[in-house]
């Protein structure tokens, strides 16, 4: 039986001291509700359900890989909670396939942008797009987009200013087993026209019209943009009104490895550039949480945080309302070959 390699739980730190310092400037921690809370518990169990089979499927590859040692350190991402009176403090994995951390990354982003956008006057959510094309051909495809838009903005700052925020983004085909990326963004429809006739232009027989879109943007188009750059799984209805969370692990890794050290967002003409970083350290005070000095362990088989005593943090009703479907082409015998091989379940990583 091949040995399974291990990392560390707790994200690594150069010492004690630096924990010690950066808590120290956690003075002012943002606040959140227990809902906002019971809903980090909700991502990070259906987040720990679908890293674990893109963990056994990095394994099979080279335990000695950056994307498996990066898949596998998320499993620690917000694994322990340091309470000290309403306020929470842990560390996280910052990673774009977690989904706590794309929560909070999302909020983020939207504090940071709205305020911004707000100010674009006649604004507009434009979508640039190609081909579809195979895993195989993704990554280059990514880049070639990326640089087809930087020509299209290149070519509309010559006529007016240009203000807003674009996101690649990449969704997946499973009936054609083909990915397909494609451009989102918000700028004033001056700008979109602009912008779409550029990219047409470059693009030539490349794109075709119909996959183009330019309609007029709100404020559910301003947080859709910043969400995920991919859509990671399908929710669909289940037996008895139970919800089934659909996650495909080998599309959605390919689409991971293609963005490996892609800027998801890029802003234009703004005064505010915001990180996609999310911070390693965080601390958030919990309105209507009980004042207590505690330390909360995650436990998957709870579906949230419990401390020593066996009280839990949260609500843990989502473990009753969805069930984690994990499929997709070639998946079983991926499947299989890792349960031969280590002789464990995957849900058991």
């Not at 026209?193 to 879109?213: P, Y």
């Not at 330019?214 to 559910?220: E, H, K, L």
Request: hydrophobic share 35%; aromatic share 8%; net charge positive.
């Amino acid at each position: 039986m091949p040995n399974i390699k291990t990392l560390s739980e707790s994200p690594s730190v150069s010492s004690q001291d630096t924990i010690v310092h950066k808590l120290a400037l956690l003075d002012h921690a943002p606040k959140i509700s227990v809902k906002s809370l019971t809903k980090r518990a909700r991502s990070k169990w259906v987040g720990r359900a679908i890293l674990q089979p893109l963990v056994a499927l990095n394994t099979l590859r080279s335990q000695d890989s950056e994307d498996w040692m990066n898949y596998k350190s998320s499993f620690g991402c917000a694994s322990i909670m340091k309470q000290n009176g309403k306020t929470l403090t842990t560390t996280y994995c910052n990673q774009r396939w977690c989904l706590l951390c794309n929560r909070i990354r999302t909020a983020k982003m939207i504090n940071q942008y709205a305020p911004a956008l707000k100010e674009v006057e006649r604004k507009s959510f434009i979508t640039l797009s190609c081909r579809n094309v195979k895993g195989e051909e993704l990554r280059g495809e990514i880049g070639r987009l990326l640089h087809t838009f930087s020509l299209a903005v290149r070519r509309a700052k010559r006529k007016m200013d240009v203000v807003g925020v674009r996101k690649i983004e990449v969704t997946y085909n499973e009936v054609e087993d083909t990915y397909h990326p494609h451009i989102h963004g918000i700028f004033s429809r001056e700008v979109s026209d602009a912008l779409l006739n550029a990219w047409m232009d470059i693009q030539g027989d490349k794109s075709s019209l119909k996959g183009q879109d330019v309609g007029m943007a709100n404020d559910g188009d301003v947080h859709e943009l910043f969400k995920y750059a991919t859509k990671l799984f399908k929710v669909k209805k289940g037996e008895k009104g139970r919800g089934e969370i659909h996650f495909d692990p080998i599309s959605q890794d390919a689409i991971f490895r293609a963005l490996k050290n892609k800027r998801t967002f890029q802003s234009y003409g703004m005064q505010v550039e915001v990180s996609e970083d999310i911070e390693e350290l965080e601390a958030v005070e919990v309105e209507g949480l009980e004042e207590d000095v505690n330390t909360w362990h995650w436990m998957s088989s709870e579906g949230t945080w419990k401390n020593k005593k066996g009280d839990l943090l949260t609500s843990s009703k989502h473990k009753d309302s969805y069930r984690i479907v994990i499929a997709g082409k070639n998946w079983e015998r991926i499947r299989q070959e890792y349960e031969k091989t280590y002789r464990i379940p995957i849900s058991e990583i």
